[in-house]
């Protein structure tokens, strides 16, 4: 089974640009979620949703951040406008339901 | 709220050796489940072990253990006889309920294992 693939890689943006970073899960698994990591705060929880439908949200992150699930296979999370503080790694992971976490490789966003 | 705190930043231990790693973590739920997964320098992030709340026994896979102090909300994860490729940052985690919620992580331990 393929894992979960994200794309792309790196990506560098101007200040105020829109950026849009994808996702596809692992097939038949219920749940995504996308993570924002740095050194300082390490992993934080910007969006989960299961089966389509949002479950929860970073409270911090509803500002400038929406992530979607257009259909079971395939996610996008939208920063609009993009800051320098954004600059993170952006993982997409996904499980089965209630089962452990599977990552994807990330996106690292720079925001010039 | 919940919450989990790693409070150990960097740890360097020498190849063969046991290494203890903390975690502690807030919640209201009676009902919860703590995780350890291991981050390599390319980025990849595993999941390693688990402990449910409702177990007593602490969870052992392969050489890694727990060590769970549930009236202390500390899971500890210990690795013994390390190796070179142990070196990785680890991540505590907790999700709270049966199911439907999110993985809360804690800021990670970087590990460091020299020969």
């Known amino acids: 089974d393929a894992g979960v693939t994200q794309t792309p890689r790196h990506e560098v943006a101007e200040k105020g640009q829109t950026i849009i970073l994808k996702c596809e899960p692992v097939s038949g698994h219920n749940d995504l979620f996308w993570y924002r990591q740095t050194k300082i705060q390490g992993l934080e929880l910007l969006s989960y949703?299961?089966?389509?439908?949002?479950?929860?949200d970073g409270g911090a992150f509803k500002d400038r951040f929406k992530a979607e699930m257009l259909n079971s296979s395939f996610s996008t999370l939208k920063i609009q406008p993009t800051e320098p503080k954004d600059s993170a790694v952006y993982l997409c992971a996904s499980r089965p339901v209630a089962e452990t976490l599977y990552f994807g490789s990330g996106t690292r966003l720079t925001v010039l | 709220a919940q919450k989990v705190t790693q409070t150990q930043t960097s740890i360097s231990v020498m190849e063969k050796t046991t290494v203890t790693m903390d975690c502690v973590y807030e919640?209201?739920?009676?009902?919860?489940?703590l995780f350890w997964y291991k981050q390599t320098a390319s980025g990849e992030i595993v999941f390693l072990i688990r402990q449910d709340s409702y177990k007593k026994e602490n969870a052992t896979v392969g050489h890694y253990s727990l060590n769970f102090q549930k009236p202390k909300s500390s899971i500890g994860l210990i690795i013994t006889a390390t190796q070179i490729e142990d070196s990785a940052v680890y991540f505590c985690a907790m999700r709270e309920g049966q199911g439907g919620r999110a993985l809360i992580f804690g800021t990670g331990t970087t590990v460091s294992v020299s020969p």
């Open positions: 919640t209201q739920d009676s009902s919860y489940f």
């Open positions: 949703f299961r089966s389509k439908s949002l479950m929860e």
